[in-house]
């Protein structure tokens, strides 16, 4: 396939999935907004009357870690149906069928754009400098992007064989939630802890966007090499498993 063609079927895909999503919602791409802003209010309640955190601007930490969670749980559960719920585009359509965990990522950043301006009202309500470290963020997005999209590879190829994968896939997600610094900060993690939580490529992105937006300052190096090989491996681990099994679709699908 053409690169002209490729860009073209997969900026199409992306839209569909955009607008499948959101039809026939009275509210539309509100609900994008409706989730982290209701998450971010009950844990800052809990947070901050309950257990009383003293961290500073408490809802604008909760959504430095809330918005990158949800983008992370959301693209590798749809990226792990991606294939076996699309059988007549695999099995009909001649494309790249690695397109299709690759839209699924790429839609989900559509919606990641629109939560991420939550994060920047908030800035500005704040009144925090908005300083050139803030050229570090699409850095570490791009390298979670290919994080995840490795990720999926493997998780969408293995779930067109066992379709238990999805399942495992939600229950990891769930456990993440609480090994990602979002309602706690990354100080009350153990300092033998820390250099292995940093692995964590949710949390490491996490603590990434928390040193650009609330820090002013930029991600340490030992962190960004960190993300960079994680993003690595894993883009080359779900490559090796997709076309690994790719040949053994069409007997499932």
């Known amino acids: 396939m053409r690169r002209s063609n490729l860009s073209f079927v997969l900026a199409e895909l992306i839209l569909k999935d955009f607008r499948v999503r959101y039809r026939n919602m009275s509210l539309g791409v ?13 844990l800052t309640f809990v947070f901050t009357k309950v257990f009383e955190s003293r961290i500073p601007h408490y809802p604008l930490y909760v959504l430095c870690g809330l ?6 749980t959301l693209s590798w559960v749809t990226g792990t149906v991606s294939i ?4 007549p585009l695999v099995k009909r359509v001649p494309m790249q069928t690695a397109l299709l965990p690759l839209v699924s990522v790429l839609s989900n950043t559509l919606h990641l754009c629109i939560q991420l301006l939550l994060v920047f009202a908030l800035v500005l309500w704040y009144g925090l400098p908005v300083t050139w470290h803030y050229l570090w963020l699409p850095v570490i997005w791009i390298l979670e992007l290919l994080f995840i999209y490795g990720l999926t590879l493997a998780s969408c190829s293995l779930h067109v064989l066992v379709r238990d994968v999805r399942y495992v896939v939600e229950s990891i997600n769930l456990v993440l939630f609480w090994l990602v610094p979002i309602f706690y900060s990354f100080a009350m993690v153990p300092q033998q802890y820390r250099g292995l939580y940093e692995f964590n490529p949710v949390a490491a992105l996490v603590l990434a966007t928390q040193h650009v937006i609330l820090g002013h300052r930029s991600p340490p190096e030992t962190l960004m090499w960190k993300m960079t090989l994680v993003a690595a491996v894993f883009l080359g681990i779900g490559a090796f498993v997709f076309s690994l099994l790719k040949r053994r679709f069409y007997r499932y699908l």
């Not at 509100?30 to 209010?41: D, V, Y």
């Not at 918005?67 to 992370?72: A, D, G, H, L, S």
Request: hydrophobic share 50%; net charge negative; charged share 5%.
């Open 30 to 42: 509100f609900w994008s907004l409706l989730n982290p802003l209701t998450m971010m209010a009950i």
């Open 67 to 72: 918005i990158p969670y949800n983008f992370f």
């Open 84 to 87: 076996s719920e699309n059988p």
